[in-house]
């Protein structure tokens, strides 16, 4: 079998290395600046991992015929040489170095440091993949591989033959090409394309991660796993992967398909699980989209933790402010973060986001360059930002833009405002003319600066405050309009007062003289004293551009301090907290300046904490926890660090001794550099100003023009005095700022103030101590081309961002290595209840081994140290599905039995509160009971008085009147009976009198007749008073009626309006035969009277009396039978006419209600209301026609029994009383 037979495969056992390291104790080494140190690791008495045999060093191997080659050691050796000086890169394998304890004051850790010397031995995986193959032929003929072609890409495709080191390869597009054997790396089957994870790659290697990038690209499945490390290619376009419902998805867990919200996810649920603080990295070039992957990953994160979402809004708002100020245009992003943020989340203990709130820390660096650091220590949500590139608001490099901020008032603010401001168009700039790009394609600057100013009103920044703040920006452009003019031989200038200077005078608050004077003069410190100098142009636009860059950091600064008071809400941090760190990519462009210089050097940092926890960190916790373990090697950038930071030979010790001569220029600084650091291999001298470093993402050539000045402070005590004496609040408080600064206890007047490399360096090394803190996630962005076009896949690109990352050393460490590590006494408390073994010891190390045992977890997949087990990847998933069954049954056996106990002490409570309210009713019930008793019989007898006075009253009143009645009755019948008597006696005795002189006057027998008529017509005015009492009672028994009728209408609507209509026309027609009853008394009456006065000697016929034979009245002494009998008659018909009414309307009334009680419907009556209705009118039309008739008939029989001779007094009193009968109503 044939032997791998890479340069670095014969790696020598750790007992073998560490010896190694010991022979080389002695040799003499120059001393050097320390790199920042590792965390400190508990001492460990641990013994040394089993050692690996070991070949001979002078062993070979030899080809053996065609099916293999082999190189010798020392060949092996010079190979790995040429490759490292190849490929310009130094590989660490820890563990080889020799540690000494040595403080480094300079570190970010402040902790002890770990040094040594590189170790002679290497690993070469893909090597090792190669010679693999050549074990025998039958294995790697017909075999997939990755071939590199001319052109530097790498082709697919199956060996056809081998001839020595020589193979021909048929690649996939169907050419056959020769290559060397050594060069070609195995491909993976077709069956592992586009996996999630590149773990699970069956040959790791740079050819076969691209394709697996490629594969999922070109699907829109932009994010990967390489290990812990999430990697994610911008697509340039909208990919419909962060709905709601991807949200809901892995909230749920119901998805592990590689995302940035699983990242944030698995973050949250450690946080809460472990209680320890999470850190998410986002890292990647310029344009590689981490901005909007750390939207996400906010968005994600108020989904979980949503608390107050007045807050959580305003934290998603903040995004919208901060990328108008802090965001550019540049060659490489047309929206490029100029400014570093770190959010740092803080959550209740129920996990909900609790507020927020921003604090500035700001360094007064009025320079080309503007560095702050802005941290939030927020009950809940602290954020650092580290803005950059003051420069950016006076110098626009071609193709690029200042801010979005300027192009966004110019092209979206309201008339209203653009006059009070005197606000031009973005092309009637200086500042911003400098570049041809004022706008971005596919971008509304209007409309974004109305989102802009939703999003202050959101965060609660007034119109007020923000119409200054956009003052302040106007007076930024105006700045950049100002000019000067010579006044003088020695080159001295002056700034004209033009409209530029007018306008910013007038924006700022300060006159128009004073801001002159501030730019025509710089002040010279002499002893103790500032000395006012005229300005040179140079001098002069370099303090404009000063003012200005100074104006726009000072907002920046004062826009998130108004928004920390906007997002500060309760205290409640509880110490659980998530940091995502958005800090500006590796720049390399064709002239790089003191801002790109600070970007890389800030990247190099972030890099060297990638390493630390990724590849330093894990080693070494292997070597210290004692387990058997191959290093693997990586790229460490700590010798490029030390280049930066190394004193007092490092790149910024160095700047800042040449800022503090007053005769320093930029080739001075390059000359030293030179000087100092050619020996170094990460630096590279150029001629010139120019000089190189070599970073991990590659070399960059610096140019060191304006390296000094951007370095020093040039603000002038003069700007400071024109701001203080601003009538605006803005400059007045910028002003402020910068007097506190200075009047700071322990800041010495004369003491050199700090550079700002060095304040750069001070504020990342407080942001490494935070982000040490933490528990770190990793998301690195890739960059798929540099056209920032979708669908692009640039391999050379790519592959140099996955060399810059790491991925695949993190990929060989996740994939070999033991992801999973829980101390002994952390898994036997987490997983020690599912151990079976009752006897088992008590001793965490025991519980673990047993509990390993007892789940069948073979030895290959875990490791036993001295204080931690180590797990590789997946086995813990199975504990933790056991443990959550389990888990599940207690709960589910808690359930019922608290269910259980809650109702039974439910149903006890439910008896007792039932027997408490039954007594409280009770007595509740009996207490009301007994006062409505007293109550009732306190008022029972006064009522009971009460009411028996009203009986007795109205009892008293009823028989007053009756008696009254009765005892008037009686008086009225003594009267008329003796009015009857006496005239009964007159007219007898007139009738003797007229016997014996039968010529008396007719007057006098007409006044005698009259006087007899009154007893008849009592008599008749009695019957009608009868009748119409009878009529008035037969009216309410009909009210009555009508009242019970009503109580049925809803069925009988149409019957009671026909019984109410028939009853109104019986009351009409009973009134008219009333008023013909009453008239024909009359009639009657005056006939008698004339009877008696007109035939005196006349003998009545037989036919005059009643039909009835009922005599009304006595004979009258002195009178004839006839007369009287006359008289009876007429009396005896109408009084049975009356009585014959009184008859009928009896009968009629009792019909009526016999109808009204059959009203309410019976099941078993046959009887039909309608039909009796219609026969009872029709009964009552046949006899009211009856009765008219014989009404009629006693009428005119009444007209006959007059003499025909009778005068014409008598006519005319029966013509009057037949036109009062014929006037009288009528029956209808």
């Known amino acids: 079998m044939m032997l791998s037979a890479s340069p670095t495969a014969l790696a020598k056992s750790s007992l073998e290395e560490m010896l190694e390291t010991l022979r080389r104790q002695d040799e003499d080494e120059k001393p050097k600046d320390l790199p920042p140190a590792l965390p400190s690791r508990p001492t460990s008495k641990a013994r040394l991992p089993s050692a690996r045999r070991s070949l001979p060093t002078n062993f070979k191997l030899v080809s053996n015929g065609e099916n293999g080659c082999g190189f010798s050691e020392v060949e092996g050796k010079e190979e790995s040489k040429r490759k490292e000086e190849e490929l310009g890169e130094k590989r660490d394998v820890f563990g080889s170095k020799k540690l000494r304890k040595i403080v480094n004051v300079d570190s970010p850790y402040d902790l002890e440091a770990v040094v040594g010397k590189k170790g002679e031995d290497k690993v070469s995986d893909a090597k090792a993949e190669v010679n693999e193959m050549q074990k025998g032929k039958a294995i790697w003929k017909k075999l997939r591989v990755w071939c590199r072609q001319s052109n530097g890409a790498w082709e697919s495709g199956a060996i056809q033959s081998t001839s020595g080191e020589e193979s021909f390869v048929s690649l996939s597009n169907g050419n056959v090409v020769k290559a060397s054997t050594s060069e070609l790396l195995p491909a993976n089957p077709e069956i592992l394309e586009g996996v999630n994870d590149m773990i699970e790659l069956s040959y790791l290697n740079e050819p076969s991660v691209l394709h697996n990038l490629k594969y999922r690209y070109a699907r829109d499945m932009i994010y990967s796993k390489a290990g812990p490390v999430l990697i994610a290619v911008n697509p340039y376009k909208d990919v419909q992967i962060y709905g709601k419902d991807f949200v809901t998805s892995y909230r749920e867990k119901a998805t592990d398909s590689p995302h940035v919200f699983a990242i944030v996810d698995t973050a949250y649920n450690e946080m809460m699980n472990d209680g320890v603080n999470q850190s998410i990295i986002i890292s990647g070039e310029s344009g590689a989209g981490k901005t909007e992957t750390a939207k996400f990953a906010m968005q994600y994160l108020a989904a979980l933790g949503g608390g107050n979402g007045k807050i959580v809004s305003k934290i998603l708002e903040t995004h919208c402010i901060l990328q108008a100020f802090g965001n550019a245009k540049t060659s490489r992003n047309d929206n490029s973060s100029r400014f570093g943020k770190l959010t740092e989340v803080h959550f209740t203990e129920s996990g909900k986001i609790s507020g927020a709130n921003i604090q500035t820390c700001e360094f007064l660096t009025q320079l080309h360059f503007m560095l702050s650091l802005l941290s939030c220590m927020v009950s809940d949500v602290d954020v650092f930002v580290v803005t950059f590139e003051q420069s950016r608001v006076v110098q626009v490099a071609a193709g690029e833009r200042s801010y979005h901020i300027f192009y966004q008032l110019c092209a979206g603010a309201p008339l209203a405002l653009r006059e009070r401001l005197n606000l031009k168009m973005a092309n009637e700039y200086n500042y911003l003319i400098q570049s041809d790009n004022l706008v971005i394609n596919g971008v509304d600057d209007a409309q974004k600066f109305h989102k802009l100013v939703e999003a202050l009103d959101t965060v609660q920044i007034c119109k ?66 500032n000395i006012a100098k005229k300005s040179t142009l140079q001098q002069a636009i370099d303090t404009r551009d000063a003012l200005a860059k100074f104006i726009y950091a000072s907002l920046f600064d004062w826009l998130v301090v108004q928004i920390n008071k906007s997002l500060e809400v309760g205290k409640r941090c509880v110490g659980r907290s998530i940091s995502i760190l958005d800090i500006y990519g590796f720049e390399s462009f064709k002239k790089n300046s003191f801002e790109q210089f600070c970007i890389n050097y800030a990247n190099e940092r972030l890099q060297q904490h990638f390493n630390r926890h990724l590849f330093k ?26 280049l930066f930071e190394k004193k007092p030979l490092g790149i910024l010790s160095l700047l800042d001794e040449e800022s503090n001569f007053p005769n320093a220029t930029d080739f001075t600084l390059a000359n030293k550099l030179k000087q100092h650091l050619h020996s170094n291999s990460y630096f590279k001298g150029d001629r010139g100003r120019a000089f190189g470093v070599r970073h991990f993402a590659g070399e960059v050539l610096y140019d060191t023009n304006g390296f000094l000045e951007k370095n020093r402070d040039p603000l002038n005590s003069g700007l400071v005095q024109l701001l203080s004496s601003c009538s605006g609040q803005l400059p007045q408080s910028f002003a402020k700022k910068v007097l506190d600064q200075s009047l700071k206890p322990g800041i010495s007047s004369d003491a050199p103030k700090q550079s700002v490399g060095m304040k750069f360096k001070g504020q990342l090394f407080e942001l490494m101590h935070q982000l040490e803190k933490t528990t770190p996630h990793f998301i690195c962005c890739i960059k798929p081309n540099c056209k920032q076009v979708p669908d692009t896949y640039d391999e050379d690109l790519v592959l140099q961002q996955l060399r810059y990352c790491g991925v695949l050393e993190v990929v060989r460490i996740s994939k070999s290595g033991y992801p999973t590590q829980m101390t002994h006494q952390d898994f036997a408390e987490r997983y020690g209840f599912l151990l079976l073994e009752t006897n088992a010891s008590h001793d965490p190390l025991s519980i673990s081994v047993s509990l390993l045992k007892q789940f069948n977890v073979l030895p290959e997949m875990y490791q036993v140290g001295y204080t931690k087990l180590f797990l590789r990847t997946g086995q813990i998933g199975a504990l933790e599905d056991r443990r959550k069954k389990v888990l599940r049954g207690v709960i589910g056996v808690q359930k019922y039995f608290r269910g259980h106990r809650a109702r039974r002490l439910f149903l006890e409570l439910n008896k007792g509160a039932k027997n408490i309210q039954s007594f409280v009713c009770g007595e509740s019930i009996r207490r009301k009971y007994a006062s409505e008793a007293n109550r009732c019989s306190a008022f029972a007898s006064q009522l009971l008085d009460e009411q028996l006075t009203s009986v007795i009253y109205l009892q008293s009143v009823i028989r007053g009147w009756l008696a009254r009645r009765h005892f008037s009755n009686m008086h009225n019948s003594k009267q008329l009976n003796r009015e009857s008597i006496k005239s009964r006696r007159k007219t007898g005795r007139k009738l003797s009198e007229a016997k014996v002189f039968p010529t008396v006057d007719m007057e006098t027998l007409h006044e005698q007749q009259i006087q007899v008529v009154p007893s008849v017509m009592a008599d008749l005015q009695r019957r009608v008073l009868k009748a119409e009492a009878t009529l008035g009672k037969k009216e309410q028994e009909n009210t009555t009626l009508r009242e019970q009728l009503q109580q049925h209408e809803a069925r009988w609507l149409d019957y009671e309006a026909k019984m109410k209509s028939m009853e109104d026309m019986w009351q009409k027609q009973m009134a008219s035969l009333q008023t013909s009853l009453a008239a024909a008394r009359k009639s009657l009456a005056a006939d008698s009277t ?42 005896n018909a109408v009084g049975n006419l009356l009585k014959e009414f009184d008859q009928a309307k ?20 046959d009887v039909n209301p309608d039909d009796e209705l219609r026969r009872l009118k029709g009964r009552f039309e046949t006899w009211k026609k009856d009765f008219k008739m014989r009404l009629k008939e006693t009428k005119a029989r009444l007209h006959k029994r007059g003499h025909q001779e009778s005068d014409k007094t008598r006519r005319k009193w029966w013509g009057k009383l037949g036109s009062r009968s014929g006037t009288s109503p009528t029956l209808k």
């Open 464 to 529: 007020e405050q923000q119409e200054q703040a956009f003052a302040m920006l106007a007076a930024v452009l105006w700045l950049g309009d100002v000019s000067f003019q010579l006044i003088d031989d020695e080159h001295h200038v002056e700034a004209l007062a033009d409209e530029a200077l007018t306008s910013a005078a007038r924006l700022m608050g300060c006159a128009t003289h004073d801001l002159m004077q501030a730019l025509s003069t710089h002040g010279i410190r002499a002893a103790k004293d």
């Open 1146 to 1165: 009896q009968a009629f009334d009792d019909d009526a209600k016999s109808l009204v009680e059959i009203r309410t419907p019976q099941p078993t009556s």
């Open 617 to 642: 960190l894990e080693q070494e916790e292997y070597v210290m926890d004692g387990i058997d373990w191959a290093k693997v090697d990586f790229v460490d950038n700590q010798e490029c660090l030390d």
């Open 1090 to 1131: 004339a009877g008696q006065l007109g035939r005196a000697d006349v003998v009545s016929p037989s036919h005059y009396y009643s039909e009835d034979n009922v005599s009304m009245g006595s004979r009258t002494p002195g009178m004839n039978t006839p007369v009287g009998g006359r008289e009876n008659g007429s009396l």
